[in-house]
């Protein structure tokens, strides 16, 4: 009895050092989104997907908790000078086994800690044996233990098809991280990479996408392939590629490889030593910020990246949002009558959301909206006033010149006593509630 | 003329039948345990009608767009001061009129009801990230929480399709009731016996499953090292996760 329970202990000490390890080793990739999925808990097994994802935990960097993000292995056969797992750096090394990994993940899951798994993991020996020991986990989970929840993997660029198509068909989300924005310099950084083999797994992912969402239209029992679809990560501030370069690349995932989601990742200097690498005393926060903000103005407000940064402008104001930046170098087109203008219009709006810009559309119907109710309504009144007009705010306000308007924006903002690095990072969570899935108590 | 009622929503409802009906207009609205006294105001107790609040909901849900269909129940759920009232005057705006007025955010009251139901759901989509479950000896996944409305019986048919396969309770503890799954179906419980604090949940270290401390270490040791000391941002962490909800969760306080 005694043997068995020391035996325990000294176990769970164990697989508590990989872990911390491991955990370590995978905060710096920045996705943690559980959205996209809804599979179902079908008979009696474990778990379920919801379309929104749950977060379920905050850490004191102000980023969720939805999914178990840790690597199966922080050794790694390649030596590429941003990531913090190479080869060459003396740091402590450990490999969590497939048991193991789905030990913690239905334990954690069972106590509603997560959403689910999200596995990553330095190249152990070959692409091919590291990629099939992280489908084994999921193929583990999903067969031996009748697990539902949400399964996010990485897959290896070099491993072989088969391995990728199979391990689709156990998870809900697939993602290759790009990194390096431009090929010449993801060469220089990472020597034994290059973009063909990143662009070729996702391609292959992308097509069984398509081809399986067609199987579906026809057969309802066809098996998901990657059902909330690919993601990838781009490290920022690492190598000298202007925002305009990096936002291009993005509408192009977005467009040609159907990515679900483009995470931007401001490079911390963990390798201080290597002389190829830029010497930053702090991550360039504020940039990553401007560069979601540009992929929010892409995905959710229909801007294109030629309207964001262009050839005079291929980097972004720092000092204000991209939207702001938009309407002062285009404020030919402003003031905009909110109780007469079109909804792509109102988005454009500085001040203004998706959820405001839907409840003046709705509002409107019932009669003229003043800078009052535009207030209520959730309007941003202090920034919104200069772009637009209602009948009610004084004419002067629009005949400044944008250059002044610019910096009196500015100051009545450092007067509020906001930081730009307050508001950092809260976009990394999801609009979360939603009716819909609560349940109809009545 | 001040109407009270006996504090539920079929009796909220019996009150609005009972204006349409005897054509009121009352001044103000109040649950019995809320109401204190009025000096110079006929106050009048409206009896619940289980047939009226029937006849009033079926008709008011006709008048909602179907999303929105449950909006008077989530803001009346909040239990604010004077939500009867917007509550009224959002009835009678719905009934004369032919489209849904629920838009209209404009109007003071139906964007104070609005407010008051999403503060409700956003209540009960905090139950369902921040619940914590402990496993006792006897096999049960035990939560206690303490949510700001009474939002436990909005959350059951999430924890019912997510965790089929194991019982699990999870004890109102504020409201003191609970409801217990046991794999087939979810009752409500009332317990008497406590085995654990009922102010933070925590289950009695004896009844506790072997195991269980271990399981909670482990969380607690993993969100510390996936967090970037680099980059700490507390205010943005009590924005998401208001401090109102540590005192339960492990990561907070086992170390």
């Known amino acids: ?442 | 003329m001040i109407l009270i009622y006996d504090g539920t929503f079929e009796g909220f409802l019996s009150v609005v039948f009972d204006c349409y009906a005897h054509k009121l207009d009352p001044m103000d609205i109040f649950a019995e345990d809320k109401f204190q006294s009025a000096l110079f105001c006929e106050v009048v107790h409206v009896a619940t009608n289980v047939e009226h609040s029937r006849r009033v909901w079926a008709g008011w849900q006709k008048k909602l767009s179907r999303e929105l269909n449950q909006l008077p129940f989530l803001a009346y759920l909040s239990g604010e001061s004077g939500i009867e009232m917007f509550l009224l005057h959002f009835a009678r705006l719905s009934f004369a009129s032919p489209v849904p007025v629920e838009g209209n955010y404009a109007d003071e009251k139906i964007l104070a009801v609005r407010k008051a139901s999403r503060r409700v759901t956003q209540e009960a989509m905090r139950m369902i990230e921040f619940v914590r479950f402990q496993l006792t000896k006897d096999g049960i996944y035990f939560s206690g929480i303490r949510p700001s409305y009474d939002v436990l019986p909005m959350i059951l048919k999430h924890f019912k399709s997510r965790f089929a396969d194991q019982q699990w309770l999870i004890y109102d503890m504020k409201r003191d009731y609970g409801f217990y799954y046991n794999q087939r179906t979810v009752d409500e419980v009332k317990l008497m016996d406590k085995m654990f604090n009922v102010s933070d949940s925590k289950v009695r270290t004896d009844m506790l499953e072997e195991g269980e401390v271990d399981y909670q270490r482990l969380w607690s040791n993993y969100c510390r090292n996936i967090t970037i000391m680099e980059r700490v941002n507390l205010k943005c962490q009590k924005n998401h996760m208001p401090r109102r909800y540590w005192k339960f969760l492990p990561e907070k306080n086992v170390q």
């Not at chain 1, 199979?166 to 290059?194: F, H, Q």
């Not at chain 1, 993601?231 to 690492?238: D, E, K, P």
């Not at chain 1, 995905?299 to 000092?319: C, G, M, N, T, W």
Request: hydrophobic fraction near 35%; charged fraction near 25%.
């Open chain 1, 1 to 442: 009895m005694c043997g068995v329970l020391i035996e325990l202990v000294i176990m769970n000490e164990r697989v508590q050092n990989k872990l911390n390890i491991l955990a370590d080793s995978a905060k710096y990739d920045v996705s943690c989104s559980s959205s996209g999925s809804s599979r179902k808990n079908e008979g009696k097994g474990i778990g379920n997907a919801l379309n929104c994802g749950i977060c379920h935990s905050f850490t004191a960097d102000g980023r969720c908790v939805s999914l178990l993000k840790v690597l199966m292995s922080n050794n790694c056969i390649y030596d590429c000078a941003y990531c913090i797992n190479r080869r060459t750096n003396d740091r402590p090394r450990a490999t969590l086994t497939p048991d193991e990994l789905v030990d913690i993940t239905i334990g954690f899951y069972r106590r509603n800690y997560i959403e689910g798994l999200f596995l990553s993991s330095g190249v152990i020996k070959n692409p091919d044996y590291t990629m099939e020991r992280m489908m084994l986990v999921a193929k583990k989970l999903r067969t031996e233990q009748r697990y539902n929840g949400y399964i996010h993997l990485k897959a290896i660029p070099g491993a072989s098809p088969d391995l990728i198509n199979e391990a689709g068909l156990y998870a809900d989300r697939m993602s290759v991280n790009i990194e390096i924005p431009t090929n010449p310099e993801l060469k220089r950084l990472a020597p034994e990479k290059n973009h063909e083999g990143i662009i070729l797994p996702m391609g292959l992912i992308k097509e069984g996408i398509v081809q399986n969402s067609e199987e579906r239209k026809k057969y309802r029992n066809v098996r998901a392939f990657v059902p909330a679809g690919q993601s990838t990560q781009l490290i920022v501030g690492a190598s000298p590629e202007t925002d305009q370069q990096i936002l291009s690349l993005a509408t192009n995932l977005y467009n040609e490889q159907k990515l679900k989601r483009v995470y931007y990742s401001g490079y911390l200097p963990v390798n201080e030593y290597d002389n190829r690498l830029p010497a930053l005393k702090t991550p360039p926060l504020v940039r990553e910020n401007r560069l979601y903000q540009s992929d929010w103005l892409m995905r959710f407000y229909k801007f294109s990246a030629s309207e964001i940064v262009s050839a005079e402008h291929p980097f972004l104001d720092l000092e204000v949002d991209p939207k702001l930046a938009y309407a002062l170098r285009n404020y030919h087109l402003y003031p905009v009558d909110v109780n007469t203008a079109d909804y792509e219009m109102i988005l454009r709006i500085p001040g203004i959301g998706v959820q405001s810009a839907q409840r003046i559309i709705q509002a409107r119907r019932f009669g003229r909206l003043t800078s009052n109710h535009l207030k209520k309504i959730g309007v941003v009144m202090k920034r919104a006033q200069y772009f637009i007009v209602n009948n009610q705010l004084p004419p002067a306000i629009h005949d400044l010149a944008p250059e002044r308007l610019k910096r009196q924006i500015l100051l009545s903002d450092s007067q509020k006593r906001t930081k730009v690095s307050e508001t950092q990072l809260s976009l990394f969570s999801f609009p979360s509630t939603s009716n819909t899935l609560i349940e109809k108590s009545r």
